[in-house]
């Protein structure tokens, strides 16, 4: 059973940064596809950033695309993702998932194990 253990969030002012961690057990010894999703008040879970299996395959949002950076430290079993230049709109919480397979998905459907939340809030 994979379960993974978020931490990092907090407040920050625009234009500043955060790094968030993800820390997954119980994989196997090859990676699953994983995301990083969020979901302000009022509105849809979306994914922001998701890398494939294999690492090769990465995806951005294009509202966070050029601020917003995923990666994997494989003998932490840890992924990140890196928020640059944070702006107010990016205020959510945040979700890291795994899938079961190692292509990326695009929905929060398509993903299978999901961790806590962490909030993530940018003042003006």
């Known amino acids: 059973q994979v379960q993974l253990v978020e931490s990092g969030g907090g407040l920050v002012q625009a234009g500043g940064s955060l790094r968030l961690s993800c820390v997954v057990s119980?994989?196997?010894?090859?990676?699953?596809?994983m995301g990083w999703f969020r979901q302000a008040p009022g509105k849809e879970r979306e994914v922001v950033a998701a890398?494939?299996?294999?690492?090769?395959?990465?995806y951005y949002s294009g509202s966070v695309k050029g601020r917003f950076t995923i990666s994997r430290d494989d003998a932490g079993n840890t992924v990140y993702l890196q928020m640059d230049s944070l702006k107010p709109e990016d205020t959510a919480v945040y979700y890291c998932a795994a899938r079961s397979g190692f292509v990326i998905g695009y929905k929060a459907n398509e993903y299978d194990y999901w961790g806590q939340g962490s909030q993530v809030t940018v003042s003006s």
């Open positions: 890398m494939s299996g294999s690492a090769l395959g990465t």
């Open positions: 119980g994989r196997s010894r090859s990676w699953p596809a």
